[in-house]
Each structure stands twice: as structure tokens, then as C-alpha cells.
């Protein structure tokens, strides 16, 4: 069975490392209004708006764009579940390693799964394997569990990816967007973390006029459970290139699939003007920074990114070394593409990341080193 990560129900777990949502914790302004909304009896006893149309209204809003074109839904996984139902006859391409949600929602779908590797010289950071099988065209015939050949209906990617944290290189998204378009392949980008990375105005700089300005079929995914931190309500929101497509996505989600308390803390967070994302960027830089710096000290192998969670690897066994002091990381074995002692750290308060390296540093003493020797 898949779990993912934040399993404290079968864990004893005093910090959690293991869940990437916005560490920083709410403006004052913003808890106020989200305390007001979870008050409001009415709300519970009320059906909520199966059209979602406020909250639609109100991210278009967000995102500069037209209602029709927006699909809200319960989180970003909801969404993927919905967006590999449309590629039910066909395989989604993806690129190792990604979020192992992905794989789930297309088996479930009834599609295909295709994996491309990153090759020695690229590393985890690079598209170009990705491009590399669009280019060639090995992107057709997939065999499928039953012995039918699929062609690629969609690719997804990840940006910033996950587990990495790595950005995506414009030039590279650029050129798959384009292959995409030729190809009447629909290109997904996952920016389930983008907010928490880029203001809007870094963003549209770096990646929007790519997406924006393609004729292509590109769906945008984006999370408010990770951006403002609401995991138990769980908000997301598709941003669509076309009516079509954000149509055929809506006839798949089931009515009333966002509860009305979820659907009016969702309208105030995306009204909020008390600066909140901005305040969570400069932590999480600051903090992503310093606890780097920390575990590069310890002799760890760490990989650069821009999230709010950082891939490392180590021979030490750190998961259950943690969990045995009360702190869940991320065990990235399960992960395509990954191997046993790659790890994902989500960033917390600076206290309990402070706890999470001194924690380290114990184990790495306790096992005798860096490399687990005695």
C-alpha cells in the first residue's frame, strides 16, 4: 500500500520532517480570518457550492486569468487523480525521481506509466533526459499490462521537483512545451511548491510567458495545502490552457468536492494582503540556507534546490535512527529512480531544525562516523 509521507498515525512522532508544507507559520491577519471561517456553524450544516464558484472566481482572480479556465478541487492529488483519468487509453511519461503519487494516479487511472532516468552527466537537476525521449520518439508504443502498444498522452513535470527542490531550467521547459505541442502530447506541471519559491512577478519573469504564450494543451496544478499551509482542509486548483480541458477535468470530479469550510478559508487566503507568502519565501530561503550549511558540516551529501524540503544521502540508517528519537523524516527508497539512504528533510521552526541536525550529529557519533564504521 502507498503512504505518504506525514504518517503519524502509526508512528510515534514528536516533529514531523516528513510532510512539505509551509513551514512559516500564519500573519496574524490571515489566522484571523481562517479561525472566523472554521467558527462558522453554518457552514458545517449548509451543502457547499458544487460549482465552487466563488473560490473559482477568486483564484482566477489570483492567477490572472478567466474562471473558465480554473478547476478547483480537494488538494492537488485530487487533481492528478482526475487529470490521469483523461489519459486512461494512453501512458504518461515521467521523469524519475518524482512524486510517487504520480504513479499511483495513472495505475489507477488505468494508464501506463513510462519512467526516463536521469544519465550520469545531468544529474536529478536536468530535463534533458526527458527531452532526450521526446526528441527520439521513443515515446511510442508503450507496451501496456495487457499487450497493447500506448503512445504518450501526457507528461508530467515536476517544477520545483520533488523530491529535489531543484527549479526547473527555462531553456528545458521551453523545449518541452514546444515537443509537447507538436506532439498533441498534454504537458501537467506539477507547482504544488512554486509559492513557496517565486512571487508572481519572478514567476511570469522566469516561467509564465512560457506556458502562457504555447498553443498546446498545459495544465498547471497548484496546491494551497502546501502554500498556506491547510493540509486538513486540502485545497488545490488546476489553471487550464484551454475551456476544453478544464471542462473534461471538471465532469470527472465528483460534486461537492470541496467541503464549505475548505472552500471559505480558501478565499481568504487567496484575498490575504498581509503579505504572508512573501514572509514564508524569506524564511524558507534563510532557513533552507542555514540548515544546508549545517548538514554539509556533518559530512552529509547534500543536494541544492530552492524548496522547502531538502534531499540528502547517507549510509547512516537515519530514518530509524530519528524515529527512535521522535522525529519522522522522509525515506526516499520507495521512490522511483531513488536507491536506500536517500532521504527527504521538510523545513519546521528553526528550533526543530536546529533538533533535527543535533539529532544527526548524535548518530553520526553513535555509528562511529559519517560512513557508519567503527
Known amino acids: 500500500m502507498y503512504i505518504h509521507g506525514g504518517d503519524i498515525y502509526r ?14 507559520e500564519w500573519t496574524d491577519e490571515l489566522r484571523a480570518d481562517i479561525v472566523r471561517v472554521m467558527q462558522d456553524e453554518s457552514l458545517i450544516y449548509t451543502y457547499p457550492d458544487a460549482l465552487n464558484a466563488r473560490l473559482t472566481d477568486e483564484a482566477a482572480s489570483y492567477e490572472d486569468t478567466i474562471a473558465e479556465l480554473v478547476v478547483c478541487a480537494g488538494g492537488a492529488s485530487e487533481l492528478i487523480s482526475a487529470v490521469c483519468m483523461l489519459q486512461r487509453d494512453s501512458a504518461v511519461l515521467l521523469q524519475a525521481p518524482c512524486y510517487m503519487g504520480y504513479e499511483r494516479a495513472i495505475r489507477a487511472a488505468g494508464a501506463e506509466v513510462m519512467y526516463c532516468y536521469p544519465d550520469g552527466r545531468s544529474g536529478f537537476f536536468s530535463l534533458s533526459p526527458l ?33 529535489t527542490g531543484a527549479l526547473a531550467n527555462p531553456d528545458e521547459l521551453r523545449e518541452i512545451v514546444c515537443l509537447c505541442r507538436d506532439k498533441d502530447i498534454v ?33 498547471r496544478l497548484k496546491s494551497m495545502t502546501k502554500s498556506y499551509r491547510i493540509p486538513g482542509l486540502r485545497l488545490g486548483y488546476a489553471v487550464c490552457s484551454h475551456k476544453e480541458t478544464a471542462g473534461r477535468i471538471r465532469d470527472i470530479l465528483p460534486e461537492w ?13 487567496l484575498k490575504d494582503r498581509s503579505d504572508y507568502l512573501k514572509r514564508s519565501r524569506e524564511y524558507i530561503k534563510s532557513e ?38 521522535g522525529m519522522l523524516i522522509r525515506d526516499c527508497e520507495t521512490i522511483e529512480g531513488l536507491k536506500h539512504g536517500f532521504y527527504r528533510l521538510s ?21 562511529g562516523g559519517i560512513d557508519g564504521r567503527r
Open 131 to 163: 527531452i532526450g525521449v521526446l526528441k527520439t520518439g521513443d515515446e511510442h508504443g508503450i507496451e501496456g499490462a495487457l499487450g497493447k502498444k500506448k503512445d504518450v498522452g501526457m507528461v508530467i513535470v515536476t517544477n520545483p521537483s520533488n523530491p
Open 347 to 367: 523545513l519546521r521552526h528553526s528550533e526543530d531544525d536546529y533538533a533535527l541536525m543535533s539529532s544527526i550529529k548524535d548518530i553520526i557519533t553513535e555509528c
Open 288 to 325: 533552507r540556507a542555514g540548515l544546508s550549511y549545517g548538514l554539509k558540516e556533518l559530512g552529509l551529501k547534500v543536494y541544492e534546490g530552492d524548496a522547502n524540503y531538502i534531499l540528502i544521502y547517507s549510509d547512516l540508517p537515519l530514518y530509524e535512527k530519528l524515529l527512535d528519537r
Open 187 to 219: 504537458l501537467a506541471v506539477d507547482e504544488s511548491f512554486m509559492e513557496l519559491v517565486m512571487s508572481h512577478e519572478e514567476y511570469d519573469a522566469v516561467y509564465g510567458r512560457i506556458l502562457r504564450e504555447t498553443t498546446g494543451k498545459v495544465i
Open 257 to 269: 468536492n470541496i467541503s464549505g469550510p475548505a472552500t471559505e478559508a480558501g478565499i481568504a487566503c
Open 11 to 24: 508512528n510515534k512522532v514528536e516533529k514531523d520532517f516528513s510532510v512539505s508544507i509551509n513551514p512559516y
